[in-house]
């Protein structure tokens, strides 16, 4: 499909439906609010929102991108894989995201069980702070921690005992980058790695593998990324010439990150439209 997009992008954006704390529709509502044009829903590891944002979309006459964030790991460090318009069905792709979701329950259960030897908290603190069927995260288990009085921020707790550092820390399961790289483009859709320049790098070797996997670009403009990070990585793009998107990462009252903070620009949502088979905008 080929689309012509006009005006600011934000292409990362969650829901309550993962860690984001409004529903679809209220994050659309706001991104509306903040004069975006072109948004994209990017739940982890979940398209439960898809519905809701796009009734909300084109009552708002905002250009939506279904997407969602892959929780995919290279040898024991997290990679986010954004994937945009894939097909929702697709049996291999929904399977992976399903047995990362299911995967990340008895993972948090167990990073809370580990905190209740010294900390006055429960599972069930936990699940009062996750929606119905949402993919469950620290972020939710940080919303309980807050809720008992324990911390004061998402951020506190992210510093302290939700760290992977600290001695409560459970990992989960999760497919490498190139197996998520590989299923997106099977289902039709483009995948960006999100914030590839913070802390933890990807080698060389890895990146040259998920180019020749069918890796669609780089998430440059993101809060998160160093300078020295970047310019690293728009090498790579100047010599495949990947796409490279910007945007917020907003969580709703989860993170700062505010609405249209970083942006896309038209023309390279119009290349991801282009690239992309798997479902259409809703425009
Ligand atoms: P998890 O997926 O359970 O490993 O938790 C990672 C999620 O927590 C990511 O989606 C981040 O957006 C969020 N997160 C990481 N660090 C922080 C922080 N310092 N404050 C708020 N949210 C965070
Ligand atoms: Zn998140
Ligand atoms: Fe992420
Ligand atoms: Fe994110």
């Not at 969650?14 to 409004?22: M, N, V, W």
């Not at 009734?55 to 969602?68: D, E, Y």
């Not at 299911?102 to 006055?120: C, K, Q, S």
């Not at 960006?192 to 669609?216: F, Q, Y």
């Amino acid at each position: 499909m080929s689309l012509k997009i006009a005006g600011p992008a934000d292409l990362h954006l969650h829901s309550d439906c993962s860690d984001g704390t409004e529903p679809p529709a209220e994050v659309v509502r706001r991104a509306h609010e903040a004069g975006l044009s072109t948004i994209a829903l990017t739940d982890h590891d979940t398209v439960a929102g898809w519905d809701e944002a796009a009734r909300a979309s084109r009552a708002a006459g905002l250009v939506l991108l279904p997407g969602a964030e892959v929780s995919a790991k290279h040898r024991g460090m997290s990679v986010h894989v954004l994937a945009y318009l894939f097909d929702p069905d697709h049996t291999a792709l929904s399977r992976t995201m399903a047995r990362v979701r299911d995967d990340r329950v008895g993972r948090a259960e167990r990073i809370t069980r580990n905190l209740a030897r010294d900390l006055p908290v429960t599972w069930d603190d936990v699940l009062a702070q996750c929606a119905d069927d949402a993919t469950i995260g620290r972020p939710h288990i940080a919303d309980a921690l807050i809720a008992r009085g324990i911390v004061a921020s998402r951020e506190e707790a992210f510093a302290g005992p939700l760290h992977p550092a600290s001695p409560y820390y459970v990992s989960h399961a999760a497919p490498t980058p190139v197996e998520v790289v590989e299923e997106v483009g099977r289902a039709g859709g483009v995948s960006i790695i999100a914030h590839p320049a913070g802390r933890g790098a990807l080698p060389d070797g890895e990146i040259r593998s998920l180019i020749d996997a069918g890796l669609g670009g780089f998430e440059l403009g993101h809060r998160e990324n160093t300078p020295a990070g970047t310019a690293r990585l728009q090498r790579y793009v100047d010599e495949h010439d990947l796409i490279v998107t910007g945007s917020s990462d907003y969580h709703g009252a989860g993170k700062p990150n505010r609405l249209g903070e970083n942006t896309t620009d038209p023309a390279m949502v119009e290349r991801i439209i282009r690239a992309a088979t798997g479902s259409d905008p809703v425009v």
